[in-house]
C-alpha cells in the first residue's frame, strides 16, 4: 500500500485523472454517448441517401389525404365517424389507436378480475374449486396466444346462428340478440332531463364518500363501526333512480331491428316500401341499435383467459408471500377471516402482486395487435396493415406505431406505480 | 401481430443498413451469394403453393426460376421466402428479397411512390366476388349491405370499397391478414361474400367445405395485372427479370418449348435463333451468358407450358386460356412481349 501511495503522487495530473474513478466514469460515459450519437447519425443519413435513391417519399404530408378504403364497425369508426372515401390517413390511425385502446382496456378489466378469482381460489380449500382453477391456469398459459385467438374466433363463429335470424337473445328480456355478425345491443337515447339525473348520481356519490370517510374518522375516534359500504351502495342507487323516475323516465333505448325473409322492407319514415325482404336483405337492418362484432368478443375472450393465467398465479404467490404469522396473530386479536383477508392479507400481498400485474398489462396491450389475425382494426391491422400497404412510407408509419405503443405501455405503467406507492406499507 | 410489428421495425433498420448495397447492384449480390431470393406468397395454388414434398410451383415460382436458370444456368438456384400481402414491398425494398413474384397487381401508386418497377405481366387478373349459391343473388348489384369478407393490405379493399360506394350500397369489410382465415370465416358464414382476385378465388374455393355450393358472380369490378417487382434505381437486374419474362412469351411464340428448345437451336428462323442465343450477343447485353433463354426454356419452359402445368384447364383451378385475356396476342389474348432483335 505504502509503495502504491509513493507512486500516485509521484505522477503527474493526467495520470492521477485516468485513476480518479469520477473523471474515468465520466470519460468513459462520453464515450459511450458519443459512439451511440454517431451510430444513429450514420443510420438517419444512410436512411435518407437510401430512400431518395429509391425515390421513395417521405415526411408526414400522407396523413392528409384520403384513404380509399372501409374499415369493420367499431367503436373507432363510431367515435371517429368514419366514412369510406372521406377519412384521411390521419383518421385511420387514429381509428386505430381508439381501438388498440379499447381492446386493452376491457381486456385488462376482465383479466384482472378473473385472475384475482382464479388466484384465490387456487388457495382455497375446497378441492373442487382449488382443481379447477389449477387445471385453468395449466392449460390457459401454456397454449400460444394466437392459437387461442384462432380458436375464440372460430368457436364464436361456429357456435352462432345465421346472420339472416336475430338469432339465440341474451339478457332477461331477450334485449340482446346476438348471431354470426355481432352481439347486438340497444342503443340509448338521452332525452331531455337525463342530464339532472346524471348530476344527481354524480351528488350521490359525494355523498356516500362524504358518509365512508366520517364513518372511517368515527371509528378512528371511538371504535364504533357504520356499514358504510351498503349504507353508500343503497344511496348511489336508490337516489339517481328517484331521480330518473321523478323526471318521466328521460331515457329511450332503440332496440336493433332485424328483418326475417318474407317481411315488408320499410322506408326511412316506417311506411311499406311493397317489397318483401329476399335473403340478402334479411337480417339486421343497419342504422338501429349498436353492434359488438365477434372480431371483439373473441380476441377480448382470447386475451382476458391468457392473461388471467399468469395474474392467478401472480395473485397466489402475493398471498402466499404473506407470512403465516400475519393470519395467526388476526386469529389471536379475535379479527374475524374476512376482515384478515381485507384488511391484512390482500393490502400485504399487494405490494408483493402489483409490480408483475404491471407487466401483464403491458403485455396485454402488446399482444393486442395479435388483432390483425381475425380482422379486428387495431392500429397494427389497419395502421401498419391496410394503410402501410397503400402509402408505403414504412419508416414513418412504423414510428408512429412505435410511438402509441411507448405512451400507452409508459401511461399504464406511471399509473400503477403511482397505485404502487399508494399501497405501500406506510412504516412509522 | 407482435413480431409482425417488430418485424416492421427490422425491416425499416434493415432499409436503413442494407439497402444500400442491396439495391444497387442486385446482379453482383445474387451471383455473390450463388441463388436468387424470391418472395412468393403463403400459399395460392397455380401461383406459388408448396407441394407436398415441400417444392415451391406455380407461374410465379416460374418466373423466380426462370431468372435462376438466366443468370446461373441452373432453375433449382432459387430460394423463397413467403411473404403475406402487407410484407411484400418492405421486404422487398429492405433487400431481403430479389424478386418480388406474389400474384401483385401493378398500380400507378405503387409504381411511383413506394420505390418499385413492374417488370411486365405474367397474369392478367380482375377482382371478383364468390357468394353461397343459397344466397340467391346473381348479380353484385344486388348485395347492398352484404358483409364481405377479403385479405388486409391489398387492392381489393379499395376496389371493393369504390364498387359499393360507385353503386351506393352499404357493406361490412371484414379484413384478414392470411388468407386461410379468410376462406375459414367466409365458410363459417362470418360473411356472404369473399372477395379477391378471380384466379384466387378459383384458388381458394377449393379449400371450401363443399366447393360446388358457391359461384362466381359475373361482375369483374377491377383490372388486375399481376407481375414480378424489383427495386426500382436497378436497371440490370430489371432489364434481366423483365427480358426473362419476354423470353418466355416469345418462346410461346415462336413454338419453342422445353422439349425442342436444344433441336430449335439450329432452326433457321433468324427470331428463334436469336432467342436461344446462336445469333447476336444478347445475353451478354443483359450482363449475362448468351445461352440464358435457352436455360430458361429448357429448364422452366415456355410461358404457354408454365401456364397449363400450373392455372390451366387440366388443373385444379380449371382456368381455361383460350378466349380469355391471358391468350397469347395471336390468340386475340393480351400476352405480348416485346420482340427479341
Redesign the interface.
Known sequence: MASMTASETEDTGLTSLLYDPKARGLLFQILLLTAVVAFFAWILDNTITNLASQGKKSGFGFLGETSGFAILTTLGTFVMEARAGVATYFDVFWIGVINTLVISFFGIIAATLLGFLMGIFRLSNNVILRGFATFYVEILRNIPLLLQIFFWYFVVLRALPDKRASGISLGIFGEFPMNVTGLYIPYPLFLEGFSSVVWTFIAACVLAWTISWLAKKRQEATGRQFPSFWVGLLIITAIPLFAFYQMGGPLELEAAKFLNVGDPILDANGEPTGRTASKIKAGYIAGEGGVIKPEFIALWLALALYTAAFIAEIVRAGILAVPGGQTEAAKALGISPSITLRKVIIPQAMRVIIPPLTSQFLNLTKNSSLAIAIAYPDLVSIFAGTALNQVGQEIEMIFMMMMVYLIISLGTAAFMNWFNARMMLVER | ??F??AL??L???G???G??TA?ADTLADVKAKGSVQCGVSQGLPGFSNQDDSGNWTGIDVDVCKAVAAAVFGDANAVKFTPLS??ER??AL?SGEVDILSRNTTWTM??D????LNFAGVNYYDGQGMMVPA????TSAL??????I?TN???TT??N???F??ANKM?????????AD?VV??YD???C?VYTTDRSGLAAQRLKLADPAAHIVLPEVISKEPLGPVV???DDVWFNIVRWTLNAMINAEELGVTSGNAAAMASSDNPGIKRLLGTEGNFGEALGLSNDWAMQVISQVGNYGESYEAHVGANTPLKLNRSGSVNALWTNGGLIYAAPIR
Open positions: 401481430m407482435t409482425k410489428y416492421g421495425a425491416s425499416a433498420i432499409l436503413a443498413l439497402a444500400g439495391s400481402a402487407k414491398f418492405t425494398s401508386t405503387r411511383t411512390q413506394l420505390g343459397g344466397l340467391g343473388v344486388e348485395l347492398d349491405g352484404a358483409s369478407c388486409t393490405g391489398t379493399e379499395l371493393i370499397t369504390d359499393f360506394r352499404g357493406f361490412e369489410l371484414v379484413a384478414f391478414e392470411k382465415e375459414a370465416a363459417a358464414g362470418r356472404d427495386r426500382q434505381g
